[in-house]
């Protein structure tokens, strides 16, 4: 998953070079920070020489003002780089939505889909910012800390040493729970989704059968889940938070005793002591860090390990090598003994072998259920047969181009779906760079001439969501003109 996450910095390398350059300085400057104060006290703080006072405070405002620009750079340009990975993952994301088949649609809900794409990934860029940066600058301060430690006082530095393990220990176990927890917590946001898009969706019939207290209910208790994992994960939260201050108060005091101590025996000089203080905070900090991230990082985690699971779902339905472009199809369309069934245990169409000649007008009668949509829903590859093949111009289907072999069909179908936009925008749907007047023409041929002239914004009215203001019948017509437009 690391290596996977790795590749999406490929495109940026200077920007991460460049963060992550200046984060690394930065924290080099907060180590040296305790080793000066103790010079200052054990060295200028005796002489009383106010030259040497304020040159050292000067130097010191430098310093300051120097890492104030890193850390401005880190904040901004950090940021820019995470947002720019977290674009890129969900332009990855949507193309393949894009290209998977009616199958994987079938099985899923739109809200759960629209998760996929926003809360997923709302938090990788934040983990593709910190993540790497935070990580070293951690390693790099906890082991600078360490270090110098141990040169001011080795005695002192094993007394912190030995405190510290326990806390990574704590740190480390509730960022795994905490990682699962929130995963977790997208399923429940997913089911949220899909419950209230379907409820809106479906806000007529809901209505119109007087069920709101039922989906009320369905309502509640999904609200009710989300608010349980969320309270799971402000719990881990409490308690790291707690147990993590806990530990460093403790790590303090008795640090406090112990230099004391040494100091009264007078192995450690008063500014050893305070610089040792100020090196205990320095080494704690990566601790205390990593702490303050895991709200972010496991939410970034468990989006990013959603996000893969999404990406390794197969198209299925995809070009073959070296599939052939049809730039026009004569119309010999051809059924050799075809099976198929959208569960292979139970068969729609079975052995079905038909041939229809170019120019041929065919019905197919049959009883609902019956298998009519599907057989034609074969021809585009909406679906792939399971057994036997089916044929365009004496070509297997499989063996075109997927764009191209949709190209040449035009497909009505019982419910249609219209985009919330105007009229022309879903009858140009059917060719995007259509004219005003093929547009016209299209519909004129659709029986909707009369419906554009007599509406006051004419081809600019709106058809609201799922064309919720058009009649059902206007809602078929404006489909029908859409594939006049395409003209296959
Ligand atoms: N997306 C799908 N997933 C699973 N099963 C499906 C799907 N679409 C249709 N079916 C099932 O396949 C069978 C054939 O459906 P199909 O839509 O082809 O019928 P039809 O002949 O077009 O019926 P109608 O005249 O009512 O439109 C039905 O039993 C239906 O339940
Ligand atoms: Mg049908």
Redesign the pocket.
């Known amino acids: 998953m690391l290596r996977a996450f790795a590749a999406y910095y490929a495109p940026h390398k200077r920007l991460f070079a460049l963060d992550f350059g200046c984060a690394v300085l930065s924290g080099a400057l907060a180590l040296g920070f305790p080793l000066a104060v103790q010079a200052f006290v054990d060295r200028l703080l005796p002489q009383g020489e106010w030259f040497w006072i304020l040159l050292a405070a000067g130097a010191l405002l430098v310093v300051y003002l120097v890492n104030t620009g890193l850390m401005a750079i880190v904040t901004y340009w950090g940021h820019v780089l995470g947002i720019a990975i977290e674009t890129e993952m969900r332009r990855k994301a949507f193309d393949h939505l894009q290209r998977l088949p ?2 994987y649609f ?1 099985g899923q809900k739109t809200g759960h889909l629209v998760g996929r794409l926003t809360k997923d990934l709302e938090e990788i860029g934040e983990v593709a910012h910190h993540g790497p940066e935070d990580v070293f600058v951690a390693v790099m301060t906890f082991l600078g800390a360490l270090a110098l430690m141990f040169w001011v006082h080795p005695q002192l530095a094993t007394v912190a040493v030995f405190i510290a393990p326990l806390v990574i220990w704590l740190v480390v176990g509730y960022g795994g729970k905490l990682t699962a927890n929130w995963e977790a917590q997208f399923d429940r946001v997913g089911a949220f989704n899909a419950r209230i898009e379907e409820t809106v969706g479906g806000a007529r019939v809901v209505r119109a059968f007087a069920n709101e207290d039922h989906e009320r209910r369905l309502f509640a208790r999904d609200n009710a889940g989300y608010r349980r994992a969320k309270l799971d994960a402000y719990r881990l939260m409490a308690a790291t938070v707690s147990i993590n201050y806990l530990g460093m108060r403790l790590l303090q005091v008795v640090i406090l005793l112990a230099g004391a101590w040494y100091v009264a025996q007078g192995s450690l000089t008063i500014g050893g002591f305070v610089g040792f203080l100020l090196l205990i905070n320095v080494f704690y900090q990566p601790l205390e860090k990593v702490a303050a991230v895991l709200e972010s990082y496991p939410k970034g985690i468990a989006g990013f390990k959603r996000y893969q699971e999404f990406l390794a779902i197969e198209p299925e339905i995809v070009d073959r090598p070296g599939a052939v472009e049809i730039a026009r199809a004569k119309g010999a369309v051809g059924f050799d003994a075809v099976r198929f ?3 292979p245990k ?1 068969p ?1 169409l079975l052995d079905l072998s038909l041939e229809i000649a170019p120019g041929e007008t065919v019905a ?1 009668v ?12 074969l021809v585009p590859r909406f ?1 792939d047969a399971d057994g036997g093949r089916v044929t365009l111009d004496g070509l297997d289907v499989r063996d075109y181009s997927l764009a191209s072999l949709r190209r040449q069909i035009g497909v009505v179908s ?1 419910d249609v779906f219209l985009f919330a936009g105007s009229l022309r925008e879903n009858v140009a749907y059917g060719r995007l760079e259509a004219s005003e007047a093929e547009i016209v023409e299209a519909m004129r041929r659709a029986r909707l001439g009369d419906l554009v002239e007599s509406l006051p914004d004419g081809l600019d009215t709106i058809v609201g969501e799922r064309g919720v203001r058009l009649s059902g019948g206007q809602k078929q017509r404006v489909a029908i003109a859409r594939i006049f437009l395409k003209n296959p």
């Open positions: 009616h199958r079938d069934g959208y569960d139970r729609v197919f049959g009883p609902s259920g019956a298998g009519k949509t599907t057989l034609l829903a679906y019982q």
